[in-house]
């Protein structure tokens, strides 16, 4: 009987196929792993590390999950290039200010298909969501700083300086607010402004769409889409400002160092939440009071605008990206460790509830109250021409200010540029 020898593989054999199947294991294991790019704004370091810290508790219970965090580089123009040029990143934060511009240029694609398929029409702050929808459909999801926008922020030392109490849950009308306004200024040996009550040009205080519903007014109607940044009251209000501050203390002219309370040229400012957060990083020991701006109806008035989370179109993880902002817009620890850091609000509703048992300063505590108390919370509305409008009303209001143009004419002029921007654009009729 013939027997049949059989060789062993050689060595060389063995290595080779050892070789070939770790080099498919390896490409198996690259094709199994997703890569998410999340381009932020240019926020402070504290915020950007939030989000690293989140999306790394992502990653730890969704394997095979990669998420890269970067800032913007460049302009949101050069942001817009990139994406139109096919380079788009899976996620990006959006501001009420861009959903507008971004979403008629097909930048950021509707997310309203995809929310719906999850809770978090349940888990995020109601009121939030308006600010970020556009032409009926949802294009972010509310996530990273979204007010409240609104606090009337007081330095308590020039406060008892004076003599003045002030009530965080009292509203003040315009001319109470003024008068208490006069009694905070202060001047040096030779007369001049060393210290002003009140400069409108600081903080919230005199932008189009945060003063305006403090004077019942807004720069769009929202039922026409035609723009009113020259209504009856954003005159009137223009005109109180200037004869009660610039005209009174002419020649002083002001300052828009957003923080003057903070370099201690001011004794009030508007601010959102953000605001005992950003004056302590640059002062420390700044003992503040925080309550209701003014209204012209003494109404307890609350705004919400800010950052979400939106899809660019072009992205190549739409559901693994919808996923993971869902994860960060409920993440509790991540809007905690934002919050805590820089005063950054994020919305979801766990959050929230957590939040004021998280608190002992009074004023940190005032802004998440008054979102259960306002009277009123007005969203502001993402609009293409939103960052136009405001800038069209800075000049126009600096024009008052400055005694260069009298408010009807200013705001006259601005809102018929506005109007014909527009037009043009295809916006209006």
């Not at 509305?381 to 400055?402: E, G, K, S, Y």
């Amino acid at each position: 009987m013939r027997s049949h020898n059989f060789r062993s593989p050689s060595a060389v054999v063995i290595a080779a196929l050892v070789a070939a199947l770790t080099v498919c294991a390896a490409g198996a294991s690259a094709q199994e792993t997703i890569v998410i790019d999340i381009v932020t704004n240019s926020w402070h370091d504290a915020v950007i590390a939030a989000i690293e810290r989140s999306a790394a508790r992502y990653e730890a219970a969704n394997p095979g999950i990669d998420v890269q965090v970067r800032r913007r580089t460049g302009s949101w123009d050069d942001f817009m290039v990139q994406v139109v040029g096919g380079s788009a990143p899976d996620i990006v934060t959006t501001s009420t200010g861009l959903v507008g511009q971004f979403a008629t240029n097909n930048i950021i694609m509707p997310l309203d298909d995809l929310i719906d398929r999850t809770n978090l029409r349940q888990t995020v702050f109601g009121p939030a969501w308006a600010s970020l929808e556009f032409d009926g459909k949802t294009y972010a999801v509310p996530g990273v700083e979204h007010g409240p926008r609104y606090g009337q922020v007081w330095n308590k030392q020039y406060l008892d300086e004076a003599g003045i109490s002030i009530d965080p849950d009292d509203v003040m009308n315009w001319q109470e607010f003024l008068a208490i306004a006069d009694k905070l200024t202060r001047f040096d040996a030779s007369g001049a402004v060393a210290r002003m009550g009140f400069d409108p040009r600081n903080g919230q205080n005199t932008r189009s769409f945060t003063v305006g519903p403090l004077w019942n007014t807004f720069w769009i109607d929202l039922a026409t889409g035609m723009p009113t940044l020259n209504s009856e009251e954003y005159i009137a209000g223009l005109e109180m400002l200037s004869e009660a501050i610039y005209q009174k203390y002419a020649p002083w002219t002001g300052s828009t160092d957003w923080y003057a309370i903070a370099a201690g040229t001011v004794a009030t400012v508007n601010l959102g939440i953000y605001g005992p957060g950003e004056i302590e990083n640059r002062v420390q020991g700044l003992e503040i009071v925080v309550g209701w701006p003014p209204h012209v109806d003494r109404k307890r008035m609350q705004q919400v605008s800010g950052w979400g989370f939106s899809i660019p179109v072009g992205a190549s993880h739409v559901e693994e990206s919808m996923k993971l902002i869902e994860f960060l817009a409920t993440d509790v620890q991540f809007q905690m460790e934002m919050y805590m850091g820089v005063g950054f609000m994020g919305v979801g509703a766990d959050f929230l509830a957590q939040l004021p048992g998280a608190l002992t300063d009074p004023a940190r505590l005032w802004y998440v109250t008054s979102m259960s108390r306002a009277e009123e919370i007005f969203a502001d509305i993402p609009h293409p021409l939103t960052n136009r409008a405001t800038t069209l009303f800075q000049q126009a209001r600096d024009a008052v200010f400055n005694q260069t143009a009298p408010a009807r004419q200013a705001l006259d002029q601005a809102n018929a540029t506005l109007l014909q921007e527009m037009r043009t654009a295809g916006l209006i009729r």
